[in-house]
């Protein structure tokens, strides 16, 4: 199965402080986008990191590609109460760019 | 407009019943997808359409009918269902991946769901 691992799966931090997600993955992959999803809500895409690049960063957002090591990570910097939400990591395959696979998530909680 | 419609929001239906899901995307995306999202986990693909022809279909129990009616719509029919198929569904559309070896992938635009209960 190509389902990744995120770690952690839950994470609680003050207003303020950065917020740092990690993302693992079995096959090889043509891209890794991060998705957040507010509580029973639509996902909103992030960011989308291609499989030859290393670094990426959005405004306050900051990703790294790993492919020796299957793994990716989010950073969020000076993070806020409305960051709180659920965070997926979705890879697809060499074989078909379609179909994306969803890590389990990690859910985030920024406390004021 | 980069919005994904959904209808209805909520649903609570019988056994027995026939009902449908829509969604819809003013995008011009000839790349549409359904999801089922059970709580606390990620959604999990049903169906890839590309250009309103199914091209993906995830081993989903035939109680579940897709239909893409044109470029800008999706359907999602559903009969006999059963209750472990209470979940939300999310419809997401996206421009379409090129071919095998030459994948490029585009980022998917998700509508807000439909929260289903079966009883």
């Known amino acids: 199965s190509q389902q990744g691992e995120e770690d952690p799966q839950a994470l609680s931090i003050q207003e303020g402080e950065n917020a740092t997600m990690n993302c693992s993955y079995k096959t090889s992959i043509n891209n890794l986008q991060w998705y957040r999803q507010n509580s029973g809500r639509g996902l909103v895409h992030l960011i989308l990191i291609r499989s030859n690049e290393r670094e990426k960063h959005s405004g306050r957002l900051r990703v790294t590609l790993d492919t020796s090591k299957k793994s990716s990570s989010l950073l969020i910097t000076a993070s806020r109460a409305a960051d709180t939400a659920s965070y997926f990591c979705a890879t697809d395959a060499v074989q078909g760019a379609q179909k994306l696979v969803f890590g389990q998530g990690t859910r985030l909680t920024i406390n004021p | 407009d980069t919005e994904v419609t959904q209808t209805p929001k909520h649903l609570v239906m019988g056994m027995t019943n026939k009902k449908s899901l829509k969604c819809e995307q003013h995008m011009g995306h000839r790349a549409m997808y359904w999801y089922k999202q059970k709580a606390k986990k990620p959604p999990e693909l049903m169906f890839v359409y590309s250009y309103e022809k199914l091209s993906i279909n995830e081993s989903v129990p035939s109680r579940f009918s897709p239909e893409c009616p044109n470029s800008s719509l999706l359907n999602l029919h559903l009969h006999a269902l059963q209750p472990e198929d209470s979940a939300l569904y999310l419809c997401?559309?996206?421009?379409?991946?090129?071919?095998?070896?030459?994948?490029?992938?585009?980022?998917?635009?998700f509508g807000p769901g439909t929260r289903l209960t079966v009883t």
């Open positions: 997401a559309s996206s421009q379409l991946p090129g071919p095998p070896g030459l994948a490029v992938t585009y980022e998917q635009y």
